[in-house]
T-cell receptor, first 113, second 112 residues
Framework: DVKVTQSSRYLVKRTGEKVFLECVQDMDHENMFWYRQDPGLGLRLIYF???????EKGDIPEGYSVSREKKERFSLILESASTNQTSMYLC????????????FGSGTRLTVV | SQQGEEDPQALSIQEGENATMNCSYKTSINNLQWYRQNSGRGLVHLILIRSNEREKHSGRLRVTLDTSKKSSSLLITASRAADTASYFC????????????FGAGTTVTVRA
């Protein structure tokens, strides 16, 4: 069964901490994405990557960075966590055949206190 | 930026009834996709319809697309309790259709 795995389901961090959210996919997909999901706002794209070491800003990149050193792994980094980054974070991947859409991970619910 | 908007925001139906939700979008698209999200989980891809298609079926799902009105609808027939979830439309622009923009979703509750 193909899978996108996010390292944590729930995470609680303190304001100012550096936070790493990890995402691994086993489908050899080229494209990987990080979204955050907030009530009433839907999913908003933070960053995406279409190849190893390549990254592009999405709609809300401020306060975040990403790393993709290997094809299967895409990490989201909160440089200095703030309370307004409390959210559900969703990782997704997709291949070059867009007919199959995205495969999502189960999400990480991050609370910054 | 958020491209699609689903309507209604919430829907409550009896088991066995049909559920219909709509999606409107603003700019040209290459394809439109529908996803389901069960409470607190990731999204699951349901169906994709390309801009040159008008209707598509998959099991109990029927999707229509009207590019002249920039709108799509998702129909779930003979609903079941397991269909209780949030449903999202997502659109891919012609320039790079692997980069999707999602709407805020329609929450569907199926009552037993």
């Amino acid at each position: 069964d193909v899978k996108v795995t996010q390292s944590s389901r729930y995470l609680v961090k303190r304001t100012g901490e550096k936070v790493f959210l990890e995402c691994v996919q086993d489908m050899d997909h080229e494209n990987m994405f990080w979204y955050r999901q907030d009530p009433g706002l839907g999913l908003r794209l933070i960053y995406f990557s279409y190849d190893v070491k390549m990254k592009e800003k999405g709609d809300i990149p401020e306060g975040y960075s990403v790393s993709r050193e290997k094809k299967e792994r895409f990490s989201l980094i909160l440089e200095s966590a703030s309370t307004n980054q409390t959210s559900m974070y969703l990782c997704a991947s997709s291949g070059t055949d867009t007919n199959y859409g995205y495969t999502f991970g189960s999400g990480t619910r991050l609370t910054v206190v | 930026s958020q491209q699609g908007e689903e309507d209604p925001q919430a829907l409550s139906i009896q088991e066995g009834e049909n559920a219909t939700m709509n999606c409107s979008y603003k700019t040209s698209i290459n394809n439109l996709q529908w996803y389901r999200q069960n409470s607190g989980r990731g999204l699951v891809h349901l169906i994709l319809i390309r801009s040159n298609e008008r209707e598509k079926h998959s099991g109990r799902l029927r999707v229509t697309l009207d590019t002249s009105k920039k709108s799509s609808s998702l129909l779930i027939t003979a609903s079941r309790a397991a269909d209780t979830a949030s449903y999202f439309c997502a659109t891919g622009p012609p320039s790079n259709d692997y980069k999707l923009s999602f709407g805020a979703g329609t929450t569907v509750t199926v009552r037993a």
